[in-house]
């Protein structure tokens, strides 16, 4: 996004901003608590921290949170280097784990007894929001395999939630894409609990997927939108963002 700027060339998606704020988690949930907006419990350990002072991290997690715990990278996606922990010892190992990919590392809370439920957002600074979405993953938990090999996770579309909940969960994307200044295109993923569908958000990503089991263009399928129409509709999202930045001056 910074080379398409600094080459003045038009782009799909978030620009700089919102694209770094969606790719590091600690400030998109930075960002989200500012926002007003509901997630789970969490705790963000440095890895140089982590590395001199093991048992005084592990004592601070396991006071503020209760197992099992999920384990990620803080500027990684697609489910790279992201574990469940159930004890103390595989905390330990999988904070190795995700401090092989980054020098910050989020452990959360499990939202247990929730549907994992996503939106799909389009526009500017209008945005509309897609229906919304259910993943059943295959797996213990939606991992890189369930999302780009296995293909053995179910997607539901329409969620199984009330309408009111489908109208609450649309509304909040629209509020996280704002928040992080997102442009173009973002799904968001959220936890909704199945008892009485409070909803959690979990994580936005500003450049989601487009494979052939990707929830992104399912959902716009879904909602009416085909995918031709909907590559269309970004593209032409890009330029119009472009256009209208040109009339922004950078100098007097």
Not at 14 to 26: I, P, T
Not at 100 to 121: H, L, P, W
Not at 161 to 186: D, H, M, N, Y
Not at 208 to 233: C, H, N, Q
Request: charged share 25%; hydrophobic share 40%; proline share 4%.
């Amino acid at each position: 996004q910074g080379l398409m700027e600094l080459a003045n060339v038009a782009y799909v998606g978030a620009g700089v901003v919102g694209s770094a704020v969606g790719m590091d988690k600690e400030l998109m949930k930075r960002v989200f608590k500012a926002e007003g907006l509901p997630q789970v419990d969490y705790q963000v350990v440095r890895r140089s921290r982590w590395e001199k002072d093991r048992a005084g991290v592990r004592a601070e997690i396991e006071a503020a949170l209760a197992y099992p715990v999920f384990v990620k990278p803080v500027n990684l996606g697609s489910s790279v280097g992201v574990s469940k922990a159930r004890d103390g010892a595989e905390l330990e190992q999988s904070i190795d784990e995700a401090a092989q990919y980054d020098y910050k590392i989020v452990v959360e809370a499990e939202a247990s007894g929730c549907r994992e439920v996503e939106v799909a957002i389009l526009g500017n600074e209008s945005p509309e929001a897609s229906i919304t979405g259910e993943i059943v993953p295959g797996n213990d938990f939606y991992d890189y395999n369930a999302k780009y090999i296995d293909d053995n996770s179910d997607l539901i579309i329409p969620a199984r939630i009330s309408p009111a909940t489908q109208k609450a969960v649309r509304e909040l994307g629209i509020r996280a894409f704002q928040a992080v200044e997102a442009w173009g295109l973002a799904r968001v993923d959220f936890f909704v609990s199945e008892s009485d569908e409070a909803i959690f958000v979990n994580e936005i990503n500003t450049m989601p997927g487009f494979t052939p089991i990707s929830m992104y263009p399912k959902l716009w399928e879904a909602s009416g939108v085909s995918y031709g129409e909907l590559i269309d509709r970004l593209v032409q999202l890009g330029i119009e963002r472009h256009e209208d930045k040109q009339q922004t001056k950078t100098a007097r």
